[in-house]
């Protein structure tokens, strides 16, 4: 029994990364994937059962570091914070937002196929999911907050959904737009001049 050749795999998702890069998921052709990688259709059927499942493995990685991050703002124990720690979260702290702008520079490339080029795949709907996700996790923070006498103004959902869909907009298109490191320092200092959170749900000095 033979072994599977597995040098074929990091130029087989290095040149789907390019092909769906370049022409989006629908437009993408396995064939050209193929040439680029110098394998046979054959091989990668071998491992995929189609050019869906193909771009799947593109994304994983992202998709799995996109998780996790929702995942830590979203299973939070608040009995274990302070009032001071649950008003702290809404405060827009440069190094805080620039941390997490790093953790989505290390993963760009997957981040805009799944934001832009994904028509068509189980992923088409990631920008909005990802928001609602999102904003489900601020609606926690935001009803705490409430609960504790900490947040004065009152946000319906349906108010708390646009507002998570202005911010992370705010955060999706430096990517989009291929913006360098630098720039993007630049605009997390703006964007959080831009979007003051603590004024928004009605936190007070």
């Not at 914070?81 to 941390?99: A, G, H, P």
């Not at 907050?145 to 004065?152: D, S």
């Not at 913006?179 to 630049?186: H, N, T």
Request: aromatic share 12%; net charge negative; glycine share 2%.
């Amino acid at each position: 029994m033979s072994n599977r050749d597995t040098s074929i795999d990091p130029r087989l998702l290095e040149s789907a990364r390019k092909e769906f890069m370049e022409k989006g998921f629908i437009k993408a052709e396995l064939k050209t994937i193929c040439e680029n990688a110098k394998i046979t259709t054959g091989a990668v059927y071998k491992r995929y059962k189609g050019k869906e499942e193909l771009f799947s493995a593109v994304v994983e990685e992202a998709v799995s570091t996109l998780d996790r991050f929702v995942s830590e703002r979203t299973d939070v124990d608040f009995s274990s914070m302070s009032d001071e720690e649950v008003r702290n979260t809404w405060i827009m702290n440069e190094k805080y937002i620039l941390d997490m702008f790093r953790i989505l520079w290390d993963i760009r490339e997957e981040f805009v196929l799944l934001l832009e080029k994904s028509a068509g795949t189980v992923h088409e709907n990631f920008g909005h999911d990802f928001a609602f996700r999102m904003t489900h996790a601020y609606t926690q923070y935001y009803e705490e907050a409430k609960k504790r006498n900490i947040a004065k103004a009152k946000i319906t959902d349906q108010e708390m959904h646009v507002l998570c869909t202005i911010f992370w907009t705010a955060v999706y298109e430096p990517f989009i737009h291929k913006m360098s490191w630098r720039e993007i320092e630049e605009h997390c200092k703006v964007l959080c001049r831009f979007l003051d959170w603590k004024k928004a749900v009605g936190i007070m000095d």
